[in-house]
């Protein structure tokens, strides 16, 4: 898999959030979106998401753009700001209805993924969560059907150490099985060990700031 982003621009009235950026991303590395928050992160996440249209500008998935066939890139989970679900459910019963849509996965990678992100208090309604409960909930509904393109913003966000450390082993993992990912983030500290490609976004302009010469084998 490969998209390429092509002079793409993206305004709301007169204001300008992302300006011409073109750069591409391919299977089988991590990208890490860095920036301030404002600096057009999410709205860039949501254009690669399919969720907002470029005003000016194309993003072709293997050669294909899809908002000019009105369609969204099927393979594509994403985490972008704040997860919702449905209040009164369990994290299990949220999870449970967004499987259903593709019935592609049962209970048991329901399961995988809430062990992965440590997840336990699976029975306690999403009301209740913590912001890190809420995150990491997010972050399962974006894994658990393994899909070949991750997106996710913030993905860290009032999460512990020892949890951050394992996600950051398992993209890793997911990298080398030929996995795209993308995490956009304001804390360089989250991307330095994990990505093997940073762009950084200031005032609607997207630079590489650090590109790895060889992957490690980690």
């Given at each position: 898999?490969?998209?390429d ?8 009235k ?5 300006n ?26 949501k ?7 470029p ?16 369609r969204y890139?099927t393979?594509l ?19 449970k ?19 992965i ?8 309604k999403?009301s ?7 995150q ?7 894994i ?5 393109i991750?997106i ?7 999460i512990e ?7 950051i ?5 997911k ?7 993308i ?5 360089t500290?989250?991307?330095k060990?994990l ?5 950084e976004f200031?005032?609607?302009e ?13």
């Amino acid at each position: 898999m490969r998209i390429d982003v092509k002079n793409v621009t993206k305004k709301f009235k007169n204001n300008v959030v992302i300006n011409d950026a073109s750069l591409h991303f391919e299977s089988g590395k991590i990208y890490g979106l860095l920036g301030r928050n404002g600096s057009g992160k999410s709205i860039f996440c949501k254009m690669i998401a399919g969720l907002y249209v470029p005003t000016s500008g194309e993003i072709l998935y293997d050669g294909v753009d899809l908002n000019k066939e009105n369609r969204y890139p099927t393979n594509l989970r994403a985490l972008i700001e704040k997860p919702s679900f449905f209040p009164d459910l369990t994290g299990f019963q949220n999870l449970k209805l967004l499987a259903e849509i593709q019935n592609k996965i049962g209970d048991k990678e329901i399961d995988e993924a809430l062990s992965i992100v440590n997840l336990d208090e699976k029975q306690k309604k999403f009301s209740k969560y913590s912001l890190g409960m809420k995150q990491k909930l997010g972050i399962a509904q974006v894994i658990m059907e393994d899909p070949d393109i991750m997106i996710l913003d913030e993905p860290f966000n009032g999460i512990e150490r020892v949890t951050v450390e394992k996600l950051i082993k398992y993209f890793k993992k997911k990298s080398e099985e030929g996995k795209l990912i993308i995490i956009s983030t304001h804390i360089t500290d989250d991307l330095k060990d994990l990505t093997d490609e940073i762009f950084e976004f200031d005032n609607g302009e997207i630079h590489e700031i650090s590109k790895k010469q060889k992957k490690s084998s980690k």
